[in-house]
């Protein structure tokens, strides 16, 4: 999917020097993000986030933005889960998964784990707050927030709460670099 491979170079355009880059992808879908990052760069170690949650379990604010990720059955979400297995079958020695919620998994890595957390999980504006604060402690100094949808000015959903939060996020912090399809960065 070549947006994919567009965002991947963005990734690994800022990972660049470093030898075995440590990546958290925050909502992996069906993992063609993470299957291309983990073919491009043969020693970049990743760990795959995502609740694969269905409609009804998902938080409110999250439903309203329209997000299709976050309108699926148990049963689309059983099946996406099992294409983002496929993938960490495949790169089982640089890869795993976390099948939790973005805050709770974040609770789950020292501090200082990540070479760069790339979020693009609960687009709404608490969603993308809460897990700002949740993952920034588990960058490493010199590493890098990132995320997708930011200014993505989509009729069928609302992913206004990205930018909104990204951009007060880091108000005070410094400015945020853009890059393709509507992905930004920040250098911890």
């Known amino acids: 999917m070549k947006d994919r491979d567009d965002i991947a170079t963005e990734i690994l355009k800022r990972l660049e020097g470093v030898e075995e880059p440590e990546v958290v992808e925050v909502g992996v879908e069906v993992g ?25 379990r998902q938080p409110i604010g999250y439903v309203t933005t329209r997000d299709p990720s976050a309108q699926k059955t148990w049963r689309e979400q059983l099946e996406r889960k099992a294409q983002a297995e496929e993938v960490q079958r495949e790169y089982a020695d640089r890869c795993r998964i976390v099948h939790d ?37 588990t960058i490493r100094p010199g590493g890098w927030f990132a995320g ?11 992913m206004s709460g990205v930018k909104k939060a990204v951009d007060g996020y880091f108000a005070t912090l410094g400015k945020i670099e853009k890059g393709v399809d509507f992905t930004w960065f920040f250098r911890v």
């Open 101 to 137: 919620d973005s805050i709770h998994a974040a609770m789950g890595f020292d501090v200082r784990s990540f070479d760069m957390v790339f979020l693009d999980g609960d687009h709404s504006f608490d969603g993308v707050l809460n897990d700002l604060s949740a993952w920034r402690c």
């Open 148 to 158: 997708h949808d930011y200014d993505n000015p989509t009729d069928q959903q609302d």
């Open 32 to 56: 063609k993000l993470s299957r291309t990052l983990l073919h491009r760069h043969q020693k970049l170690r990743l760990t795959m986030v995502d609740s694969w949650l269905p409609m009804n």
